[in-house]
């Protein structure tokens, strides 16, 4: 299996222009290593507690707790009607309490908080401890637990997430793979999105033929404290936390868009409207959407008087929402025209 390329003294310029530009993973080693958090995850489970307990507000936070039995797969139950851990609020200061007495157990509960944002919960952890690819207006979160395993998925934002304290091991699949990475049901996610149903541990061949498809084009890296990764828009992550108390910190962005619509709504839409067209219907729409959709606007309307392109130019404010009017419509009529 291959690894993400490596890098040490990347410069914010160098991240933006080279590497998101190239929409490809890339490992930035001893990236955050002067950080105080991840001096006091060096030194012992309790120094990181007490560094983040100076930052806690009391407030609640998202968390998962699944049973030993799980072995620390944050998944589904059995008919998948559900899942195999429940989620609560906790406030941070309980769930160190509760991690650090886990550490001590054999076979304990896989515990997990999640997505915490910094500003709101722990306010001056981030000036100490500064991400320097990013802008400011850029928000942290964390995610701090014991050894567990969150299941290949995906997330529709770029993506930098720091190592701050245990180790973690990525492995990372391009966009194109979803098909082999055998997703879960659409409508019911363990945290929004759909996640791979392959056990990584003991991947069944017979009922997931094409995953070794998918192992062929996977990166896979080891993460130290202090070590941080570039996680590309829509690439699949299967994320382990391999020691007794772990701590991620994440930072997600994307451009601003023009319409506050989500692609994921657009998809379903299609799903409804297009997949169980015959094949050459659904043929002719694939042209449609690689025209006017994948291929960009670059040409599309290159022989029209500028004053005629309409929504085939850039879009601007009255474009989007000329745009949404005729979603909008269609939604009402079964059928849409511009």
């Known amino acids: 299996m291959a690894s993400p390329p490596e890098y040490r003294d990347i410069t ?56 030993p039995r799980a072995k620390g797969r944050f998944f589904y139950n059995e008919d998948l009607s559900g899942f195999n851990f429940r989620r609560q609020k906790v406030k941070l200061t309980a769930a160190l309490d509760f991690l650090l007495t886990a550490a001590e157990e054999d076979a304990p509960a896989a515990f997990a908080v999640q997505s915490a944002p910094v ?13 320097p690819l990013l802008d400011a207006s850029v928000e942290p979160r964390v995610w701090i637990g014991n050894a567990s395993i969150v299941a290949a998925h995906h997330d529709p934002s770029e993506n930098i997430a720091v190592v701050a304290s ?26 929004g999105t759909t996640i ?5 541990d003991a991947p069944d061949p017979e009922h997931y033929p094409r995953f070794a498809e998918a192992m062929a084009h996977a990166l896979v890296v080891d993460m130290e404290p202090g070590d941080a990764i570039y996680i590309p828009y829509m690439w699949w992550h299967h994320v382990r936390s391999l020691d007794r108390l772990n ?24 799903m409804l409207t297009i997949r169980d067209l015959p094949a050459a219907h659904r043929d002719a729409w694939r042209a449609h959407f690689e025209h006017y959709v994948f291929g960009g606007n670059a040409d599309q309307a290159a022989h029209l008087p500028a004053e ?11 474009g989007v929402e000329q745009l949404r009017q005729a979603v909008l419509g269609g939604l009402n009529r079964g059928q849409g025209t511009v």
Do not use: C
Not at 119 to 131: D, I, S, T, V, W
Not at 196 to 200: A, E, G, L, Q
């Open 12 to 67: 914010a310029a160098r991240f933006h222009e080279e590497i998101v530009a190239s929409a490809q993973p890339a490992v930035f080693r001893g990236l955050a290593a002067d950080w105080p958090v991840v001096r006091a995850g060096v030194t012992s489970p309790q120094a990181l507690s007490d560094y983040l307990r100076r930052f806690d507000r009391g407030r609640q936070v998202g968390a998962m707790m699944a049973p």
């Open 196 to 200: 791979s149903m392959v056990d990584f």
């Open 308 to 318: 005629q392109r309409g929504v085939l130019a850039d879009l601007d404010a009255a």
């Open 119 to 131: 500003r709101e919960n722990l306010p001056g952890f981030e000036a100490e401890n500064r991400m």
């Open 247 to 270: 701590m991620l910190v994440n930072y997600w962005w994307k451009p601003a868009p023009k319409s506050t619509s989500h692609p994921m709504d657009a998809m379903l839409h299609a």
């Open 166 to 191: 245990g180790r973690r091991r990525f492995s990372l699949f391009p966009p194109d793979q979803i098909g082999n990475l055998y997703q879960g049901p659409l409508e019911r996610t363990p945290a």
